[in-house]
């Protein structure tokens, strides 16, 4: 089983519509998660952090449910600016190992 | 922008050769990381430095090798190249803090032909 897995995608919407991305982790001794953005050909960029209580950002809200070892984004009103890769990113007990999922890809249509 | 520059952005090597990439942390950031991309997949961790010491390492052979200077920017050192070490290489850096955030650069681009 891989350390950190995603919805494989992609995912095509429309302009407008909800979105959500699932993330499931393998290692329960993980301290840290991220939502990481990433547009093709560049690199990726902080979404937001993962809280247990749940956050949110605007448009997106994040959630983390440690006792499942699952991570939600979801993104509302979508905009076709928000077509891009979503990482989820989980960090190890000690800090030092970001481990990043295959990310799923999103496409915000006209 | 970041603050984390990557150089060389783009760089074409033969199988068996040695390659060099460099990065420069963002201002205040003593640990460096580098992730190694492959076309269609997330950032594979290779090793992070805090303080000029290695202080993790991802599941990459020993060819794979780096270096941080006392400023706090790194190289990332890989010998006797494969075809499949063609990737993005990115480099990110942190402020060391318990909920630390990466900052990456634009990365480099390595074909190995």
């Known amino acids: 089983r891989k350390e950190v897995e995603q919805d494989p995608g992609p995912f095509n919407v429309p302009e407008g519509a909800t979105v959500a991305f699932n993330c499931t982790y393998s290692?329960?001794?993980?301290?840290?998660f991220f939502w990481y953005r990433q547009d093709c050909r560049k690199e990726p960029k902080l979404l937001m952090s993962?809280?247990?209580s749940g956050n949110e950002d605007g448009r997106f809200t994040a959630q983390l449910n440690r006792a499942s070892q699952y991570i939600s984004l979801l993104i509302r009103d979508s905009k076709l600016s928000d077509s891009a890769t979503y990482l989820c990113?989980?960090?190890?007990?000690?800090?030092?190992?970001?481990?990043f999922g295959p990310g799923t890809r999103l496409s915000v249509l006209p | 922008e970041t603050g984390v520059t990557q150089s060389p952005t783009h760089l074409i090597k033969t199988r068996g050769q040695q390659v060099t990439l460099r990065c420069s942390s963002q201002?205040?950031?003593?640990?460096v990381s580098w992730y190694q991309q492959a076309l269609g997949q997330g950032p594979q961790f290779i090793f992070q430095y805090y303080r000029e010491e290695e202080n993790g390492r991802g599941n990459f052979p020993p060819r794979f090798s780096g270096l941080q200077f006392p400023n706090y920017s790194s190289e990332l050192n890989v010998n006797a190249l494969e075809l499949d070490d063609s990737a993005l290489y990115l480099c990110?850096?942190?402020?060391?803090?318990?909920?630390?955030?990466?900052?990456f650069g634009s990365g480099t681009q390595l074909s190995v032909l």
């Open positions: 990110a850096s942190s402020d060391g803090q318990p909920d630390e955030k990466l900052f």
């Open positions: 990113v989980v960090v190890g007990p000690y800090g030092q190992n970001f481990v």
């Open positions: 201002s205040g950031h003593n640990t």
């Open positions: 290692n329960s001794a993980s301290q840290s």
């Open positions: 993962v809280y247990s």
